[in-house]
């Protein structure tokens, strides 16, 4: 789901972000890119992953809000909130001020192909987004749990992408959308598949039929 332009939320959320890598970073400090997120499959694995997941029709939306998912807010103690920390990791050359935001630095968005020198261009993308995960499993998971879906960098949830493509996205599902630009597609079902699979959460028959597809293309 989108990010928006202007979205750094300063609420505090619980001390478990400090394990997902909120590191403080001093004023104007440099930093490399680790070339995105971590944690998605190869195709064999990936395979794998796909056959696990239970099938289940898509559940409802009653009760949803992204509030239910807290998100972006700063580890207790630390000086980056978890979008900071994405822009951090996913641009290349960038330099953030005292409050650990970026203030230079390049973004490639892997959705379009797009490049960017402004952080405000960019969205940080839910991989699996919140409302598409509400429906598939994580209604009945506790608040705690949703937010550390909502602000996993452990795995490949999270993403810097151009934010108008990001919102074309909303919260489809495969089946629905996958990025223009199409060399991208087997990492993102990939990614998709992988953080479905980490969650626990279910796919759609549709949904798998699309993955099943884009896979076998890998």
């Known amino acids: 789901m989108p990010a928006g332009r202007a979205l750094r939320t300063a609420t505090a959320v619980l001390p478990?972000?400090?394990?997902?890598?909120?590191?403080?970073?001093?004023?104007?400090?440099?930093?490399?890119?680790?070339?995105?997120p971590p944690g998605a499959p190869d195709t064999a694995r990936a395979e794998e992953m796909l056959a696990d997941l239970r099938t289940a029709p898509e559940g409802s939306m009653d009760g949803y809000d992204r509030d239910e998912?807290?998100?972006?807010?700063?580890?207790?103690g630390e000086n980056c909130n978890v979008r900071e920390r994405v822009l951090i990791r996913d641009g290349e050359n960038v330099r953030t001020g005292s409050d650990c935001y970026p203030t230079s630095g390049t973004w490639d968005s892997p959705y379009d192909?797009?490049?960017?020198?402004?952080?405000?261009?960019l969205?940080?993308?839910?991989?699996?987004?919140?409302?598409?995960?509400?429906?598939?499993?994580?209604?009945d998971w506790t608040q705690r749990k949703r937010e550390r879906f909502a602000n996993d960098l452990s795995g490949p949830q999270l993403l810097a992408v151009t934010d108008n493509v990001n919102q074309s996205k909303g919260d489809d599902t495969p089946d629905e959308w996958l990025p223009p630009d199409e060399s991208f597609h087997c990492e993102y079902v990939r990614s998709w598949i992988g953080t479905k699979h980490n969650w626990e959460l279910t796919v759609t028959g549709a949904e798998r039929t699309t993955l099943r597809g884009v896979l076998d293309g890998c």
Request: a negative charge; glycine letters at 10%.
């Open 113 to 121: 192909d797009g490049s960017w020198s402004d952080p405000s261009d």
């Open 69 to 76: 998912f807290p998100h972006w807010g700063k580890a207790e």
């Open 123 to 139: 969205d940080i993308d839910h991989m699996v987004p919140l409302a598409a995960a509400w429906r598939s499993g994580a209604s």
């Open 16 to 36: 478990v972000l400090v394990a997902l890598g909120c590191a403080t970073l001093t004023p104007t400090e440099e930093t490399e890119s680790s070339a995105g």
